[in-house]
Protein backbone atom coordinates (compact mmCIF):
# COMPACT_ATOMS: atom_id res chain seq x y z
CA UNK A 1 0.00 0.00 0.00
CA UNK A 2 0.93 3.37 -0.62
CA UNK A 3 1.24 6.26 1.51
CA UNK A 4 0.33 9.44 1.39
CA UNK A 5 3.72 10.97 0.80
CA UNK A 6 3.87 8.35 -2.34
CA UNK A 7 0.43 8.90 -3.66
CA UNK A 8 1.26 12.98 -3.57
CA UNK A 9 4.40 12.41 -5.51
CA UNK A 10 2.33 10.35 -7.93
CA UNK A 11 0.21 13.58 -8.68
CA UNK A 12 2.88 15.62 -9.16
CA UNK A 13 4.92 12.95 -11.67
CA UNK A 14 1.33 12.54 -13.08
CA UNK A 15 1.44 16.01 -14.57
CA UNK A 16 4.67 15.67 -16.44
CA UNK A 17 3.46 14.98 -19.74
CA UNK A 18 2.09 18.03 -20.08
CA UNK A 19 4.31 20.95 -20.65
CA UNK A 20 4.71 21.96 -17.02
CA UNK A 21 7.70 21.48 -15.61
CA UNK A 22 8.53 22.19 -11.73
CA UNK A 23 11.72 23.30 -10.35
CA UNK A 24 11.90 23.65 -6.31
CA UNK A 25 14.81 26.32 -5.14
CA UNK A 26 16.01 25.12 -1.83
CA UNK A 27 18.70 25.50 0.69
CA UNK A 28 19.97 23.64 3.90
CA UNK A 29 20.63 27.02 5.68
CA UNK A 30 18.38 29.71 5.76
CA UNK A 31 19.30 33.29 4.46
CA UNK A 32 21.59 31.85 1.39
CA UNK A 33 19.50 34.40 -1.29
CA UNK A 34 16.73 31.17 -1.95
CA UNK A 35 13.48 33.66 -2.48
CA UNK A 36 15.57 36.89 -4.29
CA UNK A 37 16.60 33.81 -7.11
CA UNK A 38 13.46 32.35 -7.32
CA UNK A 39 11.54 35.70 -8.10
CA UNK A 40 14.18 36.94 -10.53
CA UNK A 41 14.50 33.64 -11.80
CA UNK A 42 10.85 33.83 -12.73
CA UNK A 43 11.07 36.95 -14.17
CA UNK A 44 14.24 35.72 -16.29
CA UNK A 45 12.25 32.44 -17.42
CA UNK A 46 9.47 34.85 -18.59
CA UNK A 47 11.40 37.20 -20.65
CA UNK A 48 12.55 33.59 -22.52
CA UNK A 49 8.61 33.28 -23.16
CA UNK A 50 8.05 30.99 -20.24
CA UNK A 51 4.64 31.36 -18.54
CA UNK A 52 5.69 30.96 -14.89
CA UNK A 53 4.01 30.53 -11.45
CA UNK A 54 5.64 30.87 -8.13
CA UNK A 55 4.53 28.58 -4.99
CA UNK A 56 5.78 29.92 -1.66
CA UNK A 57 6.27 27.27 -0.07
CA UNK A 58 8.32 28.82 2.77
CA UNK A 59 4.67 28.11 4.19
CA UNK A 60 5.08 29.41 7.57
CA UNK A 61 7.61 32.40 6.89
CA UNK A 62 6.99 33.57 3.64
CA UNK A 63 8.73 35.68 1.93
CA UNK A 64 8.07 35.97 -2.07
CA UNK A 65 5.24 38.62 -1.07
CA UNK A 66 8.28 41.01 0.04
CA UNK A 67 10.92 40.35 -2.14
CA UNK A 68 8.04 40.98 -4.59
CA UNK A 69 6.40 44.31 -2.63
CA UNK A 70 3.41 43.26 -2.96
CA UNK A 71 0.45 42.62 -0.65
CA UNK A 72 -1.66 39.47 -1.63
CA UNK A 73 -5.13 39.54 -0.44
CA UNK A 74 -5.09 36.15 -0.19
CA UNK A 75 -3.50 33.27 0.58
CA UNK A 76 -2.70 29.21 1.00
CA UNK A 77 -4.45 29.52 4.34
CA UNK A 78 -7.46 30.45 2.57
CA UNK A 79 -7.31 27.69 0.25
CA UNK A 80 -6.81 25.15 3.16
CA UNK A 81 -9.66 26.46 5.35
CA UNK A 82 -11.67 26.42 1.88
CA UNK A 83 -12.49 30.18 1.86
CA UNK A 84 -11.36 30.59 -1.02
CA UNK A 85 -10.25 28.25 -4.45
CA UNK A 86 -6.94 28.05 -5.89
CA UNK A 87 -7.86 30.63 -9.32
CA UNK A 88 -8.32 33.61 -5.71
CA UNK A 89 -5.34 33.12 -4.32
CA UNK A 90 -3.34 33.44 -7.47
CA UNK A 91 -1.84 36.69 -7.10
CA UNK A 92 -0.65 38.82 -10.08
CA UNK A 93 2.64 41.24 -9.35
CA UNK A 94 3.95 43.78 -11.24
CA UNK A 95 5.73 42.76 -14.12
CA UNK A 96 3.03 40.09 -14.76
CA UNK A 97 4.62 37.44 -12.21
CA UNK A 98 1.86 35.39 -10.89
CA UNK A 99 2.64 33.78 -7.40
CA UNK A 100 0.76 31.48 -4.85
CA UNK A 101 1.31 33.85 -1.49
CA UNK A 102 1.62 31.47 1.29
CA UNK A 103 1.13 33.14 5.28
CA UNK A 104 3.35 34.31 7.49
CA UNK A 105 3.27 33.57 11.23
CA UNK A 106 0.19 30.57 11.01
CA UNK A 107 1.97 27.40 12.79
CA UNK A 108 -0.29 25.09 10.90
CA UNK A 109 1.20 25.56 7.53
CA UNK A 110 4.59 25.24 9.40
CA UNK A 111 4.06 21.42 9.66
CA UNK A 112 1.37 20.31 6.93
CA UNK A 113 -0.50 17.44 7.76
CA UNK A 114 0.00 14.79 4.54
CA UNK A 115 -4.05 15.71 3.95
CA UNK A 116 -3.06 19.53 3.63
CA UNK A 117 -0.42 18.79 1.19
CA UNK A 118 -2.46 16.56 -0.50
CA UNK A 119 -5.33 19.50 -0.68
CA UNK A 120 -2.65 21.73 -2.19
CA UNK A 121 -1.37 19.20 -5.00
CA UNK A 122 -5.16 18.79 -5.75
CA UNK A 123 -5.70 22.41 -6.26
CA UNK A 124 -2.84 23.07 -8.50
CA UNK A 125 -4.01 19.86 -10.52
CA UNK A 126 -6.75 22.30 -11.55
CA UNK A 127 -4.08 25.50 -12.55
CA UNK A 128 -1.31 23.78 -14.09
CA UNK A 129 -1.89 23.72 -17.66
CA UNK A 130 -2.01 27.28 -17.60
CA UNK A 131 1.88 27.59 -16.57
CA UNK A 132 5.09 26.12 -18.49
CA UNK A 133 6.84 26.37 -15.19
CA UNK A 134 6.45 26.41 -11.48
CA UNK A 135 8.93 27.65 -9.28
CA UNK A 136 8.27 26.34 -5.67
CA UNK A 137 10.61 28.65 -3.13
CA UNK A 138 11.16 26.37 0.46
CA UNK A 139 12.26 26.93 3.51
CA UNK A 140 15.35 26.30 4.26
CA UNK A 141 16.60 23.06 6.33
CA UNK A 142 15.51 19.00 6.43
CA UNK A 143 11.85 18.79 7.02
CA UNK A 144 9.24 16.39 5.52
CA UNK A 145 7.12 19.43 3.88
CA UNK A 146 10.56 20.65 2.05
CA UNK A 147 11.85 16.98 1.35
CA UNK A 148 8.88 16.28 -0.48
CA UNK A 149 8.17 19.04 -2.53
CA UNK A 150 11.61 18.71 -3.74
CA UNK A 151 11.30 15.01 -4.40
CA UNK A 152 8.43 15.54 -6.63
CA UNK A 153 10.07 18.29 -8.85
CA UNK A 154 11.24 17.66 -11.91
CA UNK A 155 14.50 19.70 -11.11
CA UNK A 156 15.60 20.72 -7.71
CA UNK A 157 18.26 23.97 -7.16
CA UNK A 158 19.91 23.55 -3.79
CA UNK A 159 21.30 27.10 -3.31
CA UNK A 160 24.52 27.91 -1.34
CA UNK A 161 26.71 30.36 -0.51
CA UNK A 162 31.04 29.25 0.02
CA UNK A 163 30.17 29.30 3.89
CA UNK A 164 31.68 26.43 4.99
CA UNK A 165 28.54 25.62 7.14
CA UNK A 166 26.15 26.77 4.45
CA UNK A 167 28.28 24.05 2.13
CA UNK A 168 27.89 21.50 4.72
CA UNK A 169 23.96 21.93 5.05
CA UNK A 170 24.01 21.84 1.65
CA UNK A 171 25.81 18.87 1.29
CA UNK A 172 23.45 17.18 3.63
CA UNK A 173 20.60 18.47 1.67
CA UNK A 174 21.73 17.17 -1.60
CA UNK A 175 22.52 13.74 0.11
CA UNK A 176 18.88 13.12 1.58
CA UNK A 177 17.61 13.86 -2.05
CA UNK A 178 20.33 11.96 -4.14
CA UNK A 179 19.35 8.87 -1.73
CA UNK A 180 15.19 9.27 -2.30
CA UNK A 181 14.70 10.83 -5.87
CA UNK A 182 13.98 8.78 -8.41
CA UNK A 183 15.80 8.56 -11.79
CA UNK A 184 13.96 11.16 -13.51
CA UNK A 185 14.46 14.15 -11.18
CA UNK A 186 17.66 16.20 -11.74
CA UNK A 187 19.52 18.43 -8.61
CA UNK A 188 21.62 21.14 -9.02
CA UNK A 189 24.16 23.20 -7.30
CA UNK A 190 23.52 27.43 -7.40
CA UNK A 191 26.66 29.02 -5.03
CA UNK A 192 25.21 32.18 -4.41
CA UNK A 193 27.28 35.61 -3.56
CA UNK A 194 30.56 34.57 -5.05
CA UNK A 195 33.62 36.92 -5.67
CA UNK A 196 35.18 34.74 -7.93
CA UNK A 197 32.95 32.08 -10.32
CA UNK A 198 35.74 29.53 -10.51
CA UNK A 199 36.17 28.98 -6.16
CA UNK A 200 32.38 28.04 -7.11
CA UNK A 201 32.78 25.72 -9.35
CA UNK A 202 36.09 24.16 -6.79
CA UNK A 203 33.47 24.25 -4.51
CA UNK A 204 30.88 22.39 -5.91
CA UNK A 205 33.38 20.34 -7.92
CA UNK A 206 34.70 19.27 -4.00
CA UNK A 207 31.20 18.50 -3.08
CA UNK A 208 30.19 16.48 -6.14
CA UNK A 209 33.21 14.25 -5.22
CA UNK A 210 32.09 13.27 -1.46
CA UNK A 211 28.44 12.83 -2.87
CA UNK A 212 29.84 10.81 -5.70
CA UNK A 213 31.41 8.17 -3.17
CA UNK A 214 28.40 8.22 -0.31
CA UNK A 215 25.86 8.00 -2.86
CA UNK A 216 27.37 6.77 -5.87
CA UNK A 217 24.64 9.83 -7.45
CA UNK A 218 25.89 12.64 -8.52
CA UNK A 219 24.55 16.84 -8.86
CA UNK A 220 24.85 19.49 -11.68
CA UNK A 221 26.35 22.49 -11.79
CA UNK A 222 23.30 25.30 -12.11
CA UNK A 223 26.08 28.09 -11.76
CA UNK A 224 27.17 30.94 -9.74
CA UNK A 225 25.47 34.29 -8.87
CA UNK A 226 27.96 36.71 -7.97
CA UNK A 227 27.46 39.15 -4.62
CA UNK A 228 25.69 42.64 -5.94
CA UNK A 229 24.81 44.84 -3.74
CA UNK A 230 21.79 46.18 -5.96
CA UNK A 231 20.19 43.36 -4.53
CA UNK A 232 19.35 44.20 -1.54
CA UNK A 233 18.61 47.75 -2.92
CA UNK A 234 16.49 46.13 -5.74
CA UNK A 235 14.61 44.21 -2.22
CA UNK A 236 14.19 47.26 -0.05
CA UNK A 237 12.72 49.81 -3.07
CA UNK A 238 10.44 46.98 -3.76
CA UNK A 239 11.36 46.43 -7.73
CA UNK A 240 12.75 42.80 -9.12
CA UNK A 241 16.62 43.62 -10.46
CA UNK A 242 16.57 41.72 -13.68
CA UNK A 243 13.77 43.76 -14.51
CA UNK A 244 15.14 47.20 -13.73
CA UNK A 245 19.03 46.77 -13.80
CA UNK A 246 19.02 44.05 -16.88
CA UNK A 247 22.73 44.30 -17.17
CA UNK A 248 24.06 44.15 -13.42
CA UNK A 249 26.24 41.17 -12.27
CA UNK A 250 22.60 39.47 -10.45
CA UNK A 251 20.57 39.93 -13.48
CA UNK A 252 23.46 38.31 -15.74
CA UNK A 253 24.33 35.85 -13.52
CA UNK A 254 20.39 34.98 -12.83
CA UNK A 255 20.30 35.19 -16.88
CA UNK A 256 22.50 32.70 -17.64
CA UNK A 257 21.44 29.69 -15.43
CA UNK A 258 17.40 30.42 -16.84
CA UNK A 259 19.16 29.34 -20.27
CA UNK A 260 21.42 26.75 -18.85
CA UNK A 261 17.77 25.25 -16.87
CA UNK A 262 15.72 25.68 -20.60
CA UNK A 263 18.02 24.61 -22.98
CA UNK A 264 20.33 22.55 -21.31
CA UNK A 265 23.21 24.25 -22.53
CA UNK A 266 25.96 27.13 -21.34
CA UNK A 267 25.45 29.96 -22.96
CA UNK A 268 28.64 31.88 -23.57
CA UNK A 269 29.88 34.36 -21.40
CA UNK A 270 30.63 37.62 -23.51
CA UNK A 271 33.55 39.36 -21.64
CA UNK A 272 33.05 42.73 -20.81
CA UNK A 273 34.30 45.67 -22.31
CA UNK A 274 36.97 46.44 -19.67
CA UNK A 275 38.28 42.65 -19.47
CA UNK A 276 38.65 43.05 -22.92
CA UNK A 277 39.63 46.35 -23.11
CA UNK A 278 42.75 45.71 -20.10
CA UNK A 279 43.42 41.81 -22.20
CA UNK A 280 44.01 44.43 -26.19
CA UNK A 281 45.47 46.36 -24.18
CA UNK A 282 48.50 43.48 -22.37
CA UNK A 283 48.65 41.86 -25.87
CA UNK A 284 49.18 45.21 -27.74
CA UNK A 285 52.73 45.04 -29.45
CA UNK A 286 52.55 48.23 -30.70
CA UNK A 287 55.38 50.40 -28.55
N1 LIG B 1 23.99 37.55 -4.86
C1 LIG B 1 23.73 38.32 -3.80
N2 LIG B 1 24.45 39.43 -3.55
C2 LIG B 1 24.21 40.22 -2.49
N3 LIG B 1 23.26 39.97 -1.57
C3 LIG B 1 22.49 38.87 -1.73
C4 LIG B 1 22.68 37.98 -2.84
N4 LIG B 1 21.76 36.98 -2.75
C5 LIG B 1 21.05 37.23 -1.63
N5 LIG B 1 21.47 38.35 -1.01
C6 LIG B 1 20.93 38.95 0.22
O1 LIG B 1 20.75 37.93 1.19
C7 LIG B 1 19.60 38.18 1.99
C8 LIG B 1 18.76 36.93 2.09
O2 LIG B 1 18.16 36.67 0.83
P1 LIG B 1 16.84 35.81 0.68
O3 LIG B 1 15.75 36.33 1.55
O4 LIG B 1 16.58 35.70 -0.76
O5 LIG B 1 17.38 34.43 1.28
P2 LIG B 1 16.54 33.11 1.66
O6 LIG B 1 17.48 31.97 1.45
O7 LIG B 1 15.26 33.09 0.92
O8 LIG B 1 16.29 33.32 3.20
P3 LIG B 1 15.31 32.44 4.15
O9 LIG B 1 16.04 31.14 4.40
O10 LIG B 1 15.21 33.27 5.38
O11 LIG B 1 14.03 32.26 3.41
C9 LIG B 1 18.89 39.35 1.33
O12 LIG B 1 19.08 40.49 2.12
C10 LIG B 1 19.54 39.54 0.00
O13 LIG B 1 19.64 40.88 -0.36
MG1 LIG C 1 13.26 32.87 1.64
Known amino acids: ?52 LILDADLALANVDIILGERPKYNLLHLLTGEKNINEIIWESKYGLKFIPAASGFEELANLSK ?11 EIYYKFDIMLIDTSAGISANVINF ?46 DEQEAEKLYRGMNNILREFTGQTIKYYGAVRKDKKL ?34 RPERKENFWNKFLKNLKNLKVE
Not at 156 to 180: G, K
Open 150 to 195: CLSSDKTIVITTSDPTALADSYAIARILLSNKDEASEIGLVVNMVE
Open 232 to 265: SESIKDRYILSAVYPKSDYSRDVEHIARYLVEGK
Open 1 to 52: MKDQAEKLRDMVKAMRPFKFQVISVTSGKGGVGKTSFTVNLAYQLQKMGKTV
Open 115 to 125: EKQLQIINALQ
